[in-house]
């Protein structure tokens, strides 16, 4: 059975496809592939994703390309780096909607940085109070 892709691209150089790095979507992994003799696969599962940020230099700009960078709490993958993709806003939208989907599906939410001591009490990790309003 063949995998189905929602998006694919390759590392562009001077704007072109002309490199050996291939990235790709499915519904639920992100996958990496560097290389043309000897090929390393990378891939991530989409519901451990924590965080998508992009950037564009001037170069990337004039070309219309663009870096991805997709930080999770996978071990082996804790940073993937999508470098020179096409238009790097639409797919960094899509790739935000495909990771919330997953979470959903998989019914997995991380809450917002806290912490809980040991008696149960909620505090902030700067351990300053909060003055309620």
Do not use: C
Request: glycine share 6%.
């Amino acid at each position: 059975m063949a995998l189905e892709y929602i998006w694919q691209d390759r590392k562009r150089w001077l704007g072109m496809p002309l490199s050996f790095t291939r990235y790709a979507l499915s519904e639920d992994r992100l996958f990496l592939s560097v290389g043309f003799l000897n090929i390393r696969d990378e891939e991530l599962l989409l519901y451990r994703v924590r965080d998508i940020s992009s950037s564009r230099t001037l170069g990337q700009r004039m070309l219309g390309v663009g870096t991805i960078t997709v930080t999770s709490s996978d071990k082996t993958t804790p940073s993937l780096v999508l470098k020179n993709i096409k238009h790097p806003l639409e797919v960094k939208e899509m790739l935000h909607r495909q990771v919330e989907d997953m979470k959903i599906r998989r019914r997995v939410r991380v809450g917002e940085i806290m912490t809980t001591d040991m008696n149960g009490d909620d505090s902030d990790p700067d351990d300053i109070p909060d003055d309620d309003v």
